[in-house]
């Protein structure tokens, strides 16, 4: 089983992308394992409370999120969350369409999942120098 952990926008692509978002992980990872921090799961509910599309792919995101284990973490911003799980060794792929956390995973070592073209997901790995 490979551990995979999603962060808010992945759990959004569905209503802001189009996308099936478990999908089209499992096309590329065998046997994934969806992981999400707990810090993901309460943004996702602060954007849920908003209005407009992004409350709606929030709200969406928030249902996705119950297919995920749920990982508690200390920190509380969803992107350091993320990255701790990454230098933990607690996941192996991350997937996130944010370009800062894309490249904080990708330099502690750990491949990213996210957006290639309008709504297909592609892999990342980082380079190793």
Known sequence: MTIVCLDTNALMMPVECDVRVFEAIETLIPDPEFVVPDSVVRELRNLADG?????????????????????????????????????????????????????????????????RGRNELAVTQPQHV
């Not at 350091?80 to 996130?96: F, H, K, M, Q």
Request: hydrophobic share 45%; with cysteine; proline share 3%.
């Open 51 to 115: 209005a407009g599309e992004e409350a709606v792919a929030a709200s969406v995101g928030l249902d996705l999120a119950d297919r995920c284990r749920r990982i508690e973490v200390a920190e509380s911003h969803a992107d350091d969350a993320i990255v701790s799980l990454v230098r933990a060794g607690e996941t192996e792929y991350v997937v996130t369409n944010d370009g800062p956390l894309r490249e904080r995973v990708l330099a502690a070592g750990n491949p990213v999942i996210g957006l």
